[in-house]
């Protein structure tokens, strides 16, 4: 990905004005053992529901992923045709593939996938660089 996206209207926490607010409070002031997330806290304490700002659990951005595996799935499942892994003789792409035709599930794509395309993409990334200077 060349372009910068903006996910701010997807992810406030990902919009540049609101990390660059949080990169400007003291380190001390950002965390606290007693209390979770003071900062975002203390910013929403007027337009959030009490029961959300003493909530003592913890979103972990699934809904986001499966979203995002949703929208570009078919994109994804492209990458395994001409697979650098694969022609390395690293991986087989077709049990990959195939995940791409089932619906989000955290606990059978986020692992093995993840890895696999984290590594696919490295690979390419690392397959088109110059070898001179590289250590």
């Given amino acids: ?7 701010s209207h997807t992810s406030p926490f990902l919009d540049d004005q609101v990390i ?15 209390e ?26 699934t809904t986001l992923v499966a979203e995002g595996f949703e929208a570009h799935r078919r994109e994804l499942a492209e990458l395994w045709d001409g697979s650098r892994l694969a022609a390395l003789g690293l991986i087989d792409p077709g049990p990959l593939r195939e995940l791409f035709d089932l619906s989000y599930n955290d606990s059978l794509h986020r692992g093995a996938m993840q890895s696999a395309l984290s590594c ?5 990334a690392t397959a088109t660089q110059p070898t001179g200077g590289r250590r």
């Avoid at 990905?1 to 996910?7: G, H, L, R």
């Avoid at 979770?36 to 951005?61: C, E, N, S, W, Y």
Wanted: charged share 30%; aromatic share 8%.
């Fill in 1 to 7: 990905m060349t372009e910068t996206q903006d996910f």
């Fill in 20 to 34: 660059q607010v949080c990169l400007a409070v003291r380190p001390e002031e950002r965390v606290t053992p007693w």
């Fill in 36 to 61: 979770f997330k003071p900062l975002i806290k203390a910013a929403m304490a007027d337009i959030m529901p009490p029961g959300v700002l003493t909530r003592r659990t913890k979103g972990d951005g």
């Fill in 120 to 124: 696919e993409l490295w690979a390419r």
